[in-house]
């Protein structure tokens, strides 16, 4: 079967742009999870990766081989119809908790680096989030497209800046005290179980939409590299910030300090991975609450809007420091599922 590889790239795009959102671009959730256990974070992202390149194709040829139309289905097909349920609402629950955190994280970009009030930026993504989800998968598409070559970009020319720097090699390797040290053993495992099982949410419909499997396996390959190597290069500039746990968005204080020519476009640049995580999820909640009502895009969409706009006002940092971790356990068991489930029991 010949891999259509301009729509590849396009569920790679898809699938890093769903996933580099608020925390991932702001550089929090890299800090949160890996970046503050050093050398230790560096070794705990290589098996994240690991995770994201072979999990996340193979949950999405998973998708297109069952003809899943949305997460749900999905979760029964490797939960069982009755636990699929309970984890179904759980992903609710989640995807509601991180359409707060993103829109947080967009209201911290206006606040922190911009100086405008937080509600003003919330608002502002909400009314941006809700033109985009009316014209549908297409707007989702080129959103990601356009955004993500861009994040790619400045992620390595900081990752060039940060290696010129003195002391680089002994920062990488250093390992500094962490009182929850324990942590870095699960990280990698409860990072990449979280981002795959709320991706699903755009994944599955998008796997399902595009149909044609060596197509979308190579798409999440490429698309789980990718991750990985923005990973990786974020991580090897976030070491040599001194005191990042301070900072809700430390890839920008970064970018003014090693390149402020550039320290206004890589904000955008920042907006614009929120923004399409945002987008993202909403598009899969939207997908999923299709099924059991069919009322009109923009009214359920409003609606959870209205659900996330009050938990956005929560601190940034706050927010995701414990909201983050905590999905992280709660998503281990869909990975370990994922990972056992044979290819050879599915129909064709």
């Known amino acids: 079967m010949k891999t259509n590889w301009g729509a590849s790239f396009q569920i790679a795009a898809v699938y890093v742009g769903t996933i ?4 991932f671009a702001t550089g929090r959730e890299i800090v949160e999870f890996f970046s503050r256990f050093g050398f230790l974070g560096l070794i705990g992202m290589l098996m994240s990766g690991y995770i994201f390149i072979f999990l996340g194709s193979k949950l999405m040829q998973i998708a297109s081989r069952i003809d899943a139309k949305s997460y749900q289905e999905l979760n029964e097909y490797l939960f069982g119809r009755f636990f ?38 919330v608002i502002f993504t909400i009314i941006l989030s809700i033109l985009t989800m009316i014209i549908g998968i297409k707007g989702l598409f080129a959103v ?49 179980a979280f981002n795959l099982m709320l991706a699903q949410a755009v994944l599955v419909p998008v796997a399902s939409d595009i149909k044609d499997e060596q197509t979308i ?16 290069s974020s991580h090897l500039t976030l070491v040599m910030l001194p005191n990042i746990e301070s900072f809700d968005i430390p890839m920008a204080a970064i970018m003014k300090s090693l390149a402020s020519s550039f320290y206004w476009v ?80 599915l129909k064709k």
């Open 144 to 192: 990601n497209v356009l955004v993500v070559p861009m994040m790619i970009t400045f992620s390595f020319i900081l990752l060039f800046l940060s290696i010129r720097l003195p002391g680089f090699v002994e920062q990488i390797l250093y390992i500094p005290y962490a009182e929850d040290g324990w942590k870095a053993v699960v990280s990698p495992f409860s990072y990449a």
């Open 217 to 232: 396996k190579w798409g999440g390959m490429i698309g789980g590299g990718v991750l990985t190597l923005i990973l990786i």
């Open 84 to 121: 699929g349920i309970i984890i179904n609402g759980l992903m609710l629950v989640m995807l509601l908790g991180v359409c707060a955190v993103m829109l947080s994280g967009a209201g911290a970009v206006f606040e922190e680096q911009l100086g405008l009030s937080k509600s003003i930026g």
């Open 20 to 23: 580099v959102g608020a925390g």
């Open 266 to 345: 890589f904000v955008l640049v920042i907006y614009g991975e929120i923004f399409t995580s945002v987008i993202g999820n909403v598009f899969g909640v939207e997908r999923q609450v299709r099924q059991y009502v069919n009322i009109p895009t923009i009214i359920t969409v409003s609606v959870i809007f209205m659900i996330s706009y009050f938990g956005s006002f929560v601190e940034y940092g706050t927010l995701l420091s414990y909201l983050y971790p905590l999905f992280g356990y709660i998503s281990l068991t869909f990975i370990i599922l994922l990972w056992m489930k044979p290819f050879e029991d």
